[in-house]
């Protein structure tokens, strides 16, 4: 830990110092001495000079109440409905970025404005992690990191995440271990040498039940690079619909080589009759453990339908427990 904070320390002073830099050369740029006039120069950002504190979000008081949810944060109707819906504004929102894409500075300052911080699951689809580690795509993460930096929100980046799953295409069946853990520190590297400090890590597998053959230690990059253990996971058919069953032996599995917090970074239920007893089992698994920081309800239609609005008893249990004052908060009060 003591090196990687060590090397944003680096990175932010020489940021500041360039800015500082910059509006001390007011003088020089207009002729100082030889014509008696200056330009004035805005003073240098307080952004870049003092990036976000992200310790207070990393460790909260309460616990986090998320969701991922259809358009937000670009649009933020969808999490207006929600929070009717559900008695309370979420305070993450999730949303997927496919690899090439412009970092959404609009959507995280919306999400801000409303009290929430934005969770980037970004997806490297099109290309290949072998190549990131590599550093073939650094023009492309230099860039989105300097997004990040400009606007100096905290975020949370989940980088290829369910790396433990065969069916991603940065998963199981394509990819060594070796070169996850390799390309997940370049990204962050990356990230921090140019002084993008306000992200919290979340390195986040599957749930290890339907892949147990394969040691997710072998993909962590270690404590140095991550913040948060997310996990993604969800109440189905073939298993007990209780947070134990769910999400217990991983928690198992990651206590044996991290004491990280942990994030449900995605999860639902089934619909079926026993929904209403997964949902009454995730909110008092996550409030029971003071290691896991909250959750996001992964909110559509997709595969399954996993949406609230699809169950009007689950949804009524749901709202009852989202009321607990242990759950949610505004992001910009931690």
Excluded at 260 to 271: F, G, I, N, R, Y
Aim: hydrophobic share 45%; with cysteine; proline share 6%.
């Amino acid at each position: 830990m003591r090196s990687r904070l060590a090397r944003a320390a680096v990175a932010v002073l020489l940021v500041g110092a360039m800015a500082i830099g910059l509006s001390g050369c007011a003088e020089l740029i207009s002729g100082g001495e030889a014509t008696g006039r200056s330009v004035d120069l805005p003073p240098p950002s307080e952004d870049i000079i003092r990036p976000f504190d992200i310790q207070p979000l990393v460790q909260p008081r309460r616990k986090f109440f998320g969701a991922a949810l259809e358009d937000a944060p670009s649009s933020m109707a969808g999490a207006d409905k929600y929070a009717e819906l559900v008695g309370k504004r979420p305070d993450l929102l999730e949303y997927y970025a496919a690899w090439g894409d412009d970092y959404n500075t609009a959507g995280v300052h919306k999400a801000w404005k409303t009290g929430a911080m934005t969770v980037v699951s970004w997806e490297p689809d099109d290309t290949t992690i072998a190549d990131i580690a590599d550093g073939k795509s650094d023009a492309y993460v230099k860039r989105y990191a300097e997004s990040v930096r400009n606007l100096n929100l905290p975020i949370v980046m989940s980088f290829a995440d369910e790396m433990n799953g065969h069916w991603e295409k940065w998963g199981t069946k394509y990819v060594k271990a070796a070169d996850y853990v390799r390309a997940w520190k370049h990204v962050h590297d990356v990230f921090v040498d140019a002084g993008a400090v306000n992200v919290i890590w979340a390195w986040s597998p599957n749930i290890i039940n339907p892949v147990k053959k394969i040691d997710i230690h072998d993909y962590y990059p270690g404590d140095d690079y991550v913040d948060w253990v997310g996990m993604v996971g969800y109440f189905t058919h073939d298993q007990p619909y209780t947070f134990d069953a769910v999400f217990g032996p991983t928690i198992a599995k990651v206590r044996t080589f991290t004491r990280k917090p942990l994030l449900v970074l995605e999860t639902a239920a089934d619909t079926d009759p026993k929904r209403r007893s997964a949902i009454v089992s995730l909110f008092k698994g996550i409030k029971a453990r003071k290691d896991v920081v909250g959750f996001i309800w992964f909110d559509y239609s997709k595969r399954a339908d996993w949406r609230l609005v699809a169950d009007t008893p689950a949804l009524a249990e749901f709202k009852r427990l989202a009321a607990d004052d242990t759950f949610g908060f505004d992001v910009r009060k931690p």
